[in-house]
């Protein structure tokens, strides 16, 4: 197996730490920055990190999650683990979850029987004053919370609320995608084998 770039670094002394770490920009105004070999809370951080112990060191990034919030409402959950992704486009959900969501979007904040679009997104027409009224989502890592605004998992355009959550099927996986790092500056640990996350310096938390 040909070997990894991360660690021809370290052998040759130019890292400390088989580490990497990504902050997130999506608005044009705000640059994105990655970092090989560790991460800088004081530049891209606005509070401390939550480490997440892989579940299968040898593969890949999978972490345990207990669960996920729309609001109040606590949703259903498939028996599956957690990838965060930062090469995905947007939060994934496997089929029982999304199901759930999708029906509470329609039966508690009224909005049309929800549709899958041909972009391959799920959404429901609806009016403004539903769409202001969606809530949050909360996702639950061991037993942090992370929170993710409306305005990073749904549009509202032309009188459809579309969800940027992609649905995964059944394949005991979820994905924590490129919407989820808008608010969570995220930190890789190779040699620790672990995930962290930390408040991103771009994220809207403080206005909740």
């Known amino acids: 197996m040909p070997k990894l770039f991360i ?10 730490h088989r580490m990497f770490s990504f ?27 939550k480490w997440h112990e892989t579940l299968e060191p040898k593969k890949t990034w999978y972490i345990d999650w207990t669960g996920v919030k729309f609001g109040n409402d606590v949703l259903n959950l498939d028996k ?13 959900l496997p089929e029982k979850t ?19 679009y ?6 429901a027409r609806c009016t403004v004053e539903q769409y202001d009224a969606m809530p949050d989502l909360t996702f639950t ?3 942090t919370d992370y929170i993710i605004s409306k305005h990073q998992y749904m549009i509202n355009r032309n009188g459809h ?15 924590l995608g490129i919407n989820f790092f808008e608010n969570y500056y995220g930190i890789f640990d190779m040699d620790n084998k672990r995930v962290g996350f930390a408040e991103s310096i771009y994220s809207d938390l403080s206005e909740h």
């Open 7 to 16: 660690d021809s670094l370290k052998e040759a002394g130019a890292i400390d």
């Open 23 to 49: 902050l997130i920009g999506l608005d044009h105004n705000l640059p994105s920055k990655f970092m090989v070999g560790g991460y800088d809370l004081a530049k891209y951080a606005k509070g401390p990190i």
């Open 80 to 92: 599956t683990v957690m990838l965060p992704d930062t090469g995905t486009s947007f939060i994934s």
């Open 98 to 116: 999304m199901n759930h969501l999708l029906t509470i979007m329609h039966e508690h904040y009224g909005t049309e029987k929800p549709k899958l």
């Open 118 to 123: 041909p972009v391959g997104l799920w959404g």
């Open 141 to 143: 890592l061991d037993s």
């Open 161 to 175: 609320c579309v969800l940027q959550i992609a649905p995964t099927g059944d394949t005991g996986k979820a994905y």
